[in-house]
């Protein structure tokens, strides 16, 4: 039963401190998603990757957030330096695209509490 | 700006009965909507999706309508199960405008009463 995998799933940290959240794709899908899940927005996208190229990052703050696939099967978020605000449920998802459709697989997701 | 929106923010059923929940999106150029399924503490599971072209396409206890002409997505869950008590998100798509990116729904808690 292939899954998406995530790590941390609960982290606690202090402002400041730089996080970094971790992501394996399901094998075989070329397109990873990055979401962010709070009770005031929902869930956002804060970018995605196809064929480990960066498509959109429109939704991620610059300044703070970075993400990367350094190869097909890790996908990697960071937040430098974190803020209070930046306290939420981080979902990856990832997916392959057939025939126009493509359905996209969440990850648990990182359940993040900056202090 | 385009958005997805659904009509009730919580549905309380009875185990047994047929549960329906609305979702509206506003983007006229969306080709692909998903249904998708999240219980506390864990991701959104996808359920069922539906592309532009069809108005209805049925699964094992789920069935989505789409509606087009007035921007209409409804999910049917016939004999509701306790097990079906989770939040749902319809999500929408437009290849076209947006590329792979998802917009999703605020979700609708369905609360099935044994």
């Known amino acids: 039963d292939a899954r998406v995998t995530q790590t941390p799933r609960h982290k606690v940290t202090e402002m400041g401190q730089e996080v970094t959240m971790r992501c394996q794709p399901i094998?075989?899908?070329?397109?990873v998603f990055w979401y962010r899940q709070t009770m005031m927005q929902g869930l956002e996208l804060l970018a995605y990757f196809r064929n480990r190229a960066p498509l959109d990052d429109s939704g991620m703050p610059k300044d703070r957030f970075s993400a990367e696939m350094p190869d097909a099967t890790l996908a990697t978020l960071k937040i430098q330096p974190s803020e209070p605000r930046d306290s939420a449920v981080y979902f990856c998802a990832s997916g392959r695209r057939l025939a126009g459709e493509e359905t996209q697989y969440f990850g648990p997701g990182t359940r993040l509490l900056v202090l | 700006g385009e958005s997805v929106g659904l009509h009730l923010p919580t549905l309380s059923v009875q185990e047994g009965d047929n549960s329906i929940i609305n979702c509206a999106y506003s983007n006229s150029a969306s080709d692909y909507f998903i249904w998708y399924k999240q219980e506390s503490g864990k991701g959104p599971q996808f359920i069922i999706d539906i592309r532009s072209n069809m108005d209805k396409r049925q699964g094992q206890r789920v069935t989505v309508l789409l509606n087009k002409t007035v921007k209409h997505l409804s999910l049917q869950i016939a004999a509701t199960q306790p097990g079906d008590s989770a939040v749902y998100f319809c999500a929408e798509r437009s290849l076209e405008t947006s590329g792979s990116r998802l917009t999703f729904g605020e979700g609708t808690q369905l609360t099935v009463n044994p």
């Open positions: 094998l075989g899908h070329n397109t």
